[in-house]
């Protein structure tokens, strides 16, 4: 596996394959933000909204390459700059995923393990992130060393429209794990 990081034009080429593994994730009953049926089309649309963000580095996307070339995974980093010049050292990681397929191979670790070093390359040195309670995603992020900050019950829908627990993580990366 590759990771890619995808400017404004690489996003754009890309569209159409990370669409579709936003849509196998959605379908799969992953709950990143959206409810089932959830189709390419709107998948396409949501990540053609990303463009802006990309494009002025508010937002850093991974695409995570096959030995074809396809598409089989991806991470961003959500920065909090520059609206908020008290949160320039902090980061959110967001819509890390990895196709059906292709799960269960240390995609999503290395995933992870690329935006964290980006992130600190970048003068980051704290991350953050909510995901689903008792979801596979929460057992790579304690083993990849990321702190429970605490559940939030009822936070979110799952794809199938039931309201579902999120926990909250935290992992100091960089300077900040001096
Ligand atoms: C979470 C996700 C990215 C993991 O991707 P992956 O490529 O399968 O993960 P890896 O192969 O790198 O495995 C990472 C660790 O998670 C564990 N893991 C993976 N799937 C698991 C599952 N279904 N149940 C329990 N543990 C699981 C692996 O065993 C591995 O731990 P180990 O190294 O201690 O054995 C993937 O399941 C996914 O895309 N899920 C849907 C989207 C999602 O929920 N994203 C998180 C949003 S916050």
Known sequence: MTAVRLGADGLAERTGELAALLADTVNGGASVGFLAPFGPEQAAAWWRGRADAVADGRLA?????DGADRV????????AFPGKPNSRHRAELVKLMVHRDARGRGLGRRLLTVAEAAAADAGVTLLHLDTETDSPAEHLYRSAGWTRAGTIPDYAADPGGVLRP???YYKHVGAGTG
């Open 166 to 168: 999120t926990t909250l």
């Open 72 to 79: 089989v995974g991806t991470v961003s980093l959500a920065f």
């Open 61 to 65: 996307v991974w695409a995570a390459l």
